[in-house]
């Protein structure tokens, strides 16, 4: 059984490009949440996705972030016209269901933008 | 508001001492805290979690202390060993498992020396 993958491990982009990020929850885990990890900080929520659903976004930015998990395929955290500001690691984590939180990191997206 | 860019607090403790790592938290409606570990590189890894309705759990070399009172949380690590350096996330999971994900503290980098 996978653990929860993410990809790429490392990307680069120029200012006003954008980025996709993926993340494939472990198997059964049909929650994921994304978070933004800046250098020397801790973890900072982004978005809490089901399937197909959009269940909380409170932490992500109004303007370029958006997120989805489809019923097929990764989830996706797209960043659009990215800026220098956006370099950061960028973590998915997956559990069974809600308010059981298992814990179940991915290795990270680590997004530069030169 | 939060301050960003700080330098993570470092703890530096000799191979074999016990380290105590602490941590407090600011909302009082927490009911679940996890401590993470993590290292270079790597997404946050579970260590070990506790509810607010106890004041004490122990794992293997781990033990986690928790006080309501003064929203003071903290990790022992017995015997410390090399491969314990690291970076430790304490994170407070809101009311009820809600959506809102983990909240996570700075983080404290724990140095072993030889």
């Known amino acids: 059984n996978a653990g929860v993958m993410q990809n790429p491990r490392h990307l680069v982009r120029r200012r006003g490009q954008e980025a996709r990020l993926r993340c494939s929850p472990m198997?059964?885990?049909?929650?994921v949440y994304w978070y933004r990890q800046l250098p020397e900080e801790g973890l900072k929520f982004m978005v809490y996705l089901q399937k197909e659903n959009i269940i909380d976004e409170s932490g992500m930015p109004k303007e370029r972030f958006s997120a989805e998990f489809p019923k097929e395929g990764p989830s996706i955290l797209r960043i659009q016209q990215v800026v220098r500001g956006d370099s950061a690691a960028y973590f998915c984590?997956?559990?069974?269901?809600?308010?059981?939180?298992?814990?179940?990191f991915g290795q990270g997206t680590r997004l530069t933008v030169v | 508001g939060e301050s960003v860019g700080l330098h993570l607090p470092t703890l530096s403790v000799q191979e074999g001492d016990n380290s105590i790592i602490n941590c407090a938290y600011s909302?009082?409606?927490?009911?679940?805290f996890i401590w993470y570990k993590q290292e270079s590189g790597k997404g946050p890894q579970f260590i070990i979690d506790i509810r607010s309705n106890m004041d004490k759990r122990q794992g293997q070399r781990v033990t986690v202390l928790l006080n309501k009172t003064v929203k003071h949380l903290s990790l022992q690590i017995a015997a410390t060993q090399p491969g314990d350096s690291a970076v430790y996330f304490c994170?407070?999971?809101?009311?009820?498992?809600?959506?809102?994900?983990?909240?996570f503290g700075k983080g404290t980098h724990l140095i072993i020396q030889p």
């Open positions: 994170a407070d999971w809101g009311t009820g498992g809600g959506a809102d994900g983990l909240t």
């Open positions: 198997k059964g885990h049909s929650h």
């Open positions: 909302n009082s409606a927490s009911d679940y």
């Open positions: 984590a997956s559990s069974p269901q809600e308010g059981a939180f298992e814990a179940f």
